[in-house]
């Protein structure tokens, strides 16, 4: 398993974190999805080879969010 961080942006609510939340889980390989709205990051512990971090980002910017990875 790795842990990733990633920077969202255009989060405000506690909906925003359920749909990211949501988003994520639905991914193959995920194991924690922790999203952090104060800081405006989300920390998702997942298998790479199931859940590389590019699926991790595009999930969420299909979830209509701004979003790139950050150091884990």
Do not use: F, N, W
């Amino acid at each position: 398993m790795k842990e990733t961080r990633l920077e969202v942006g255009g989060m405000g609510c506690s909906s925003c974190v359920r749909h990211i939340d949501s988003a994520l889980r639905a991914l193959d390989g995920i194991d924690r999805v922790e999203v952090r709205l104060r800081e405006g990051t989300v920390v998702v512990q997942h298998d790479p080879a199931s859940a590389p971090v590019d699926a991790l980002v595009e999930a969420v910017r299909e979830a209509g969010y701004d979003v790139r990875a950050g150091a884990a």
